[in-house]
């Protein structure tokens, strides 16, 4: 079963508009984190932002903050006030207590933005 | 301070040959992962080393993949015999440790099996 479901495999938008990337996931454990990276085209997953299953409040990063509706299981990224520099991919990725050691980060396709001027 | 570094950052190989792939984790971080990046399969989790723990390598694909760290901090991943299936970009990440610590990624390796 997908873990993480990135459904927007690309997206478009005008410079200074603000964007939402969806992410919903599955788990049945009531402890995990989520992550957003970028990735730009130099290929170097950059961290965006984190949010935890028992945190109260939504995560912000300057101009980014995580819209998680924990019932929903999903955890949006919103980026305002997009800039050209912020074409990338876009992936969200999910975190599980280890289980007999196992910490990976399980990640969804990822979505592809692109900035128009 | 430095991040993660990898090396080579790009590699071009022969099918059958042998390739090491070299990971720095940032100064402090006892956690290290290795990951691949393909087209198809997009991002694969391989191996977790985790301080003087014996690595979780439920990831690796088959048995020409293995990875060493060495003294808790420089590791390589080897890869024998090379397929064209193997061409991928490997990313290397570390962390804190703890499970739920932000995992920090290097800059990868581009690798091509011809």
């Known amino acids: 079963a997908q873990k993480i479901t990135q459904t927007q495999p690309g997206m478009f938008v005008q410079e200074k508009e603000a964007v939402t990337l969806d992410c919903t996931y599955d788990?049945?454990?009531?402890?995990?984190?989520l992550f957003w990276y970028k990735q730009p085209s130099s290929g170097e997953m950059i961290f965006l932002i984190y949010q935890g299953s028992y945190d109260q409040q939504n995560a912000t990063e300057g101009r980014y903050s995580l819209n998680f509706q924990k019932a929903r299981k999903s955890a949006n990224l919103v980026i305002s006030a997009s800039q050209l520099g912020d074409s990338a991919m876009y992936f969200c990725?999910?975190?599980?207590?280890?289980?007999?050691?196992?910490?990976?980060?399980?990640f969804g396709q990822g979505t592809r933005l692109t900035i128009n001027p | 301070g430095a991040g993660v570094s990898q090396s080579p950052s790009n590699k071009v190989t022969e099918k059958g040959k042998d390739v090491e792939l070299r990971c720095d984790p940032i100064s402090g971080h006892t956690a290290l992962y290795w990951y691949r990046q393909s087209l198809g399969q997009g991002l694969e989790f391989l191996i977790y080393f985790q301080g003087n723990s014996a690595p979780d390598k439920s990831g690796l694909p088959s048995d020409r993949f293995s990875a060493e760290r060495t003294g808790g901090s420089v590791s390589t991943l080897t890869i024998q015999r090379t397929q064209q299936e193997d061409s991928a970009v490997y990313l290397c990440?570390?962390?804190?440790?703890?499970?739920?610590?932000?995992?920090?990624f290097g800059p990868g390796t581009r690798l091509l099996v011809l």
């Open positions: 990725a999910m975190r599980e207590p280890p289980i007999q050691g196992a910490q990976k980060l399980v």
């Open positions: 788990t049945s454990d009531p402890s995990y984190g």
């Open positions: 990440a570390s962390s804190l440790g703890n499970w739920v610590e932000t995992q920090y």
